[in-house]
T-cell receptor, first 113, second 115 residues
């Protein structure tokens, strides 16, 4: 059964460093999302992406964040200069054309020291 | 704005016990409602959904009914198993189709079932 994959499973970085979180959505899916969950808090929407552009973003998704679909298979989230408060689990999701369900990856745990 | 509130965990039950996890929401319009489950080390998986008032979503013995009058979508299962141990997330999407729009999640409820 096709699934969304994410790498790495755990990323540790120093404050101020750039990180790139990678996602491979399910083939033929058209809509892509990033969410995050700070430990003990709610899963929060960050950004949605369709037709090679951002369709919606939350207040969290400021200028330090960017997304890209560089090669038609990967979907990446970049944080330019990480802060301590960026430490969280980051989930990628994708949606097929019929739009019935968001399929989630297993998440990347980001730890900023 | 739209929001979801679900009961805090952890919920600890013995095998074959009855499960209820409460979820209430605040939304304008007619949202779609979802329950997602996260097993250890895995991603969020859709458990069930309902797209309009009085709809009942069901899957793997779990059920939830979309109650507009009480703005609730409580998750129930008549007899839980050890394999049901996971974190359960209630969520809403403010489009009827549910899939395309962002999801707004509750905080998650951890369920632990003991033999």
């Amino acid at each position: 059964e096709p699934e969304v994959t994410q790498t790495p499973s755990h990323q540790v970085t120093q404050m101020g460093q750039e990180v790139i979180l990678r996602c491979v959505p399910i083939s033929n899916h058209l809509y892509f999302y990033w969410y995050r969950q700070i430990l003990g808090q709610k899963v929060e929407f960050l950004v949605s992406f369709y037709n090679n552009e951002i369709s919606e973003k939350s207040e969290i998704f400021d200028d330090q964040f960017s997304v890209e679909r560089p090669d038609g298979s990967n979907f990446t989230l970049k944080i330019r200069s990480t802060k301590l408060e960026d430490s969280a689990m980051y989930f990628c999701a994708s949606v097929p054309k019929d739009g019935n369900e968001q399929f989630f990856g297993p998440g990347t745990r980001l730890t900023v020291l | 704005g739209n929001s979801v509130t679900q009961m805090e965990g952890p919920v600890t039950l013995s095998e074959e016990a009855f499960l209820t996890i409460n979820c209430t929401y605040t939304a304008t319009g007619y949202p779609s409602l979802f329950w997602y489950v996260q097993y250890p080390g895995e991603g969020l998986q859709l458990l069930l959904k309902a797209t309009k008032a009085d709809d009942k979503g069901s899957n793997k013995g779990f059920e939830a009914t979309y109650r507009k009058e009480t703005t609730s979508f409580h998750l129930e299962k008549g007899s839980v198993q050890v394999s049901d141990s996971a974190v359960y997330f209630c969520a809403l999407s403010d489009l009827p189709s549910g899939g395309y729009n962002k999801l707004i999640f509750g905080a998650g409820t951890r369920l632990a079932v003991h033999p």
